[in-house]
C-alpha cells in the first residue's frame, strides 16, 4: 500500500517552460489537494478536488492547472514557469469528514531558472 | 492573510523544557488538526480536534480546542530532541487550509 505517491522528486525548469507533476492515491479517498511551500514556510492550497470531474481553485492557483479524470489521479500542470513557482509541491489525499486525515506524498522539490 | 495564525514562528528549547504553541483563527471551525513535518518529507497527522474545549493528549503532547472553536494549543512536557520538526494547524473543510507553521528545536 504506497498510499500517495508523487513523481518526479526533483526538477529544475528554464523559465517558460512546461511540466505536469504527477500525484496518484491508492487508498480510495475522494479528496484531493495541491500545496506548495516555500522555505521556512507552511503550506499554501492551490487546488483541491472533492472527486473525479470536480476541481476548485484555492488559495494561490495563479499559473497553474488541474484535472481529475479519475479518483487515483490530480495532476498539477504549469504551462509557463516563472522563478515565483520555485517550491516544494506535496499532493494529499483525503476522506470527507470532520476527522478527515490528510495523507501527503513526499513532495516535488521545484526549481524555476 | 493567513486565516490561521500560529505562534511563535521559531521556537527553540533545551531537552526537558516544557512549551506551548498556538493556532488562532477569527473563523469557527468544525474540527481542527494538527500536523508534524520533518524536513524532507510530507506532513503528518498528529491529532483532530472536534468539540469545543476538548482536550486531549497523546503521551508528552497535550491538544486543547478552544470553547468557541476558533484557536487551539498544543503543549509538549518535557521536550525531546526528536520532536524537533515543523508544527502545522489546520481547519478542517473541504478546502483545508495551513496555519505558517512552527518551527520546534529541541537541542540535547
Known amino acids: 500500500n504506497a498510499g500517495v505517491t508523487q513523481t518526479p522528486k526533483f526538477r529544475i525548469l528554464k523559465i517558460g517552460q512546461s511540466m505536469t507533476l504527477q500525484c496518484t492515491q491508492d487508498?480510495?479517498?475522494?479528496?484531493m489537494y495541491w500545496y506548495r511551500q516555500d522555505p521556512g514556510m507552511g503550506l499554501k492550497l492551490i487546488y483541491y478536488?472533492?472527486?473525479?470531474?470536480?476541481?476548485d481553485k484555492g488559495e494561490v492557483p495563479n499559473g497553474y492547472n488541474v484535472s481529475r479524470s479519475t479518483t487515483e489521479d490530480f495532476p498539477l500542470r504549469l504551462e509557463l514557469a516563472a522563478p515565483s513557482q520555485t517550491s516544494v509541491y506535496f499532493c494529499?489525499?483525503?476522506?470527507?469528514?470532520?476527522?478527515?486525515?490528510?495523507?501527503f506524498g513526499n513532495g516535488t522539490r521545484l526549481t524555476v531558472t | 492573510t493567513q486565516l490561521l495564525e500560529q505562534s511563535p514562528q521559531f521556537l527553540s528549547i533545551q531537552e526537558g523544557e516544557n512549551l506551548t504553541v498556538y493556532c488562532n483563527s477569527s473563523?469557527?471551525?468544525?474540527?481542527l488538526q494538527w500536523y508534524r513535518q520533518e524536513p524532507g518529507e510530507g506532513p503528518v497527522l498528529l491529532v483532530t480536534?472536534?468539540?469545543?474545549?476538548e482536550v486531549k493528549k497523546l503521551k508528552r503532547l497535550t491538544f486543547q480546542f478552544g470553547d468557541a472553536r476558533k484557536d487551539s494549543s498544543l503543549h509538549i512536557t518535557a521536550a525531546q530532541p526528536g520532536d524537533t520538526g515543523l508544527y502545522l494547524c489546520?481547519?478542517?473543510?473541504?478546502?483545508?487550509?495551513f496555519g505558517a507553521g512552527t518551527r520546534l528545536t529541541v537541542k540535547p
Open positions: 487508498m480510495n479517498h475522494n479528496y
Open positions: 473563523s469557527v471551525f468544525s474540527s
Open positions: 480536534v472536534v468539540t469545543g474545549g
Open positions: 478536488s472533492v472527486g473525479a470531474g470536480i476541481t
Open positions: 489546520a481547519g478542517v473543510g473541504a478546502n483545508m487550509r
Open positions: 494529499a489525499a483525503g476522506r470527507q469528514g470532520a476527522r478527515v486525515a490528510l495523507h
